[in-house]
């Protein structure tokens, strides 16, 4: 059991910007890795191969990107962004808990499935703000859970699952000219009940849900 732990702070009244912060775990399970970033036009990064890992990132600023990549099971990610024009890109494989939030606008967060069947993922994202687009994929594996809430108009979400076995999206949009996108495959000789949710509480809204 590893724990690494990075913090880019600034006492001034500026913060800090343009730093890199960077951890990978290559060996051992049940390591933990965090890191922390005040100012704008940073970048975090953490890699975890073994199993029942934990990585969380926090950043409050303009212009950040963050990254988590977990290959291995049963993987925690916790990510926090706080400011505009941000980014968040997760990838994890099966059993898997990610917990996105964004606040203000413009941003933008990304989450994959990599391995071959990455099955029981329970994906939150909350998006906070105007402008802001969540993609997931899952598009391999089955009983995947994706739950996208985003409070502000011009939000975009898209989510894909091909795993045809019990999966599930809810979206929860509140404000203006929000746009949803949602495509199952529920083809083969598994297909179980899989369900989708979409809601929208403003005007200009679209959703367009795919079940073939």
């Known amino acids: 059991t590893n724990s690494a732990s990075i913090s880019q702070e600034s006492t001034s009244s500026l913060w800090g910007t343009g730093n890199t912060a960077n951890i990978t775990q290559d060996f051992g399970t049940s390591n933990t890795a965090s890191i922390t970033q ?26 950040n990107y963050a990254n988590i990549s977990q290959t291995a099971s049963y993987a925690q990610a916790s990510v926090s962004q706080i400011g505009d024009y941000n980014s968040i890109d ?29 099955n029981q993922n329970f ?20 009983n995947n859970y994706a739950n996208t809430v985003q409070t502000g108009s011009n939000d975009v979400v898209a ?35 899989q369900t989708v949710v979409v809601t929208q509480t403003g005007y200009g809204n679209s959703a367009n849900v795919t079940q073939q």
């Open 159 to 193: 989510a894909v699952q091909g795993g045809n076995q019990a999966d599930n999206v809810i979206v929860y949009q509140t404000g203006d000219n929000n746009a949803s996108t949602i495509s199952q495959d529920i083809s083969g000789v598994n297909t179980t009940i």
């Open 123 to 142: 994906q939150s994202v909350t998006q906070t703000g105007t402008s802001n687009s969540a993609s997931i994929d899952q598009s391999a594996g089955t």
């Open 38 to 63: 005040y100012g704008s036009s940073n970048q975090a990064s953490i890699s975890q191969e073994g199993s029942n890992n934990t990585a969380s990132i926090n950043q409050q600023g303009n212009y």
């Open 90 to 118: 997760i990838q994890q494989s099966d059993n898997n808990r990610p917990q996105i939030a964004q606040s203000s606008s413009s941003n933008t967060i990304t989450i994959n499935n990599v391995n071959w069947i990455p």
